[in-house]
Nanobody
Framework: QVQLVESGGNLVQAGGSLRLSCAAS????????MGWYRQVPGKQRELVATITSGGSTNYADSVKGRFTISRDYAKNTVYLQMNSLKPEDTAVYSC???????????????WGKGTAVTVSS
């Protein structure tokens, strides 16, 4: 099993910044894509940003130019730097990874429990 633990969620004023962190631990042979999704109560979960094992990134249009995803491969950790935050960024942000626990085993998706981000106007 792979465990994901997020941190960094908080209450911040519009225009402010936050940095989310997510550390993967447990039985990890290979970490593939890692990323962040967010969800507002009553709405579907949406992709925020992902980063592959090779460092390629992908962002939702709504966060391009404001959010930056990065990764520390040695620490199995992914970060999300969020700048110029807007009230509509308010959500629970969940960490995601696709990982392989052992050689010849299939890759599996894992999710963290989430960290709350609230942006006040």
């Amino acid at each position: 099993q792979v465990q994901l633990v997020e941190s960094g969620g908080n209450l911040v004023q519009a225009g402010g910044s936050l940095r989310l962190s997510c550390a993967a631990s447990g039985s990890i042979f290979r970490l593939n894509t890692m990323g962040w999704y967010r969800q507002v109560p009553g709405k579907q979960r949406e992709l925020v940003a992902t980063i592959t094992s090779g460092g390629s990134t992908n962002y939702a249009d709504s966060v391009k130019g404001r959010f930056t995803i990065s990764r520390d491969y040695a620490k199995n950790t992914v970060y999300l730097q969020m700048n110029s935050l807007k009230p509509e960024d308010t959500a629970v942000y969940s960490c995601y990874c696709n990982a392989q626990e052992r050689l010849l085993r299939p890759s599996v998706d894992y999710w963290g429990k989430g960290t709350a981000v609230t942006v006040s106007s």
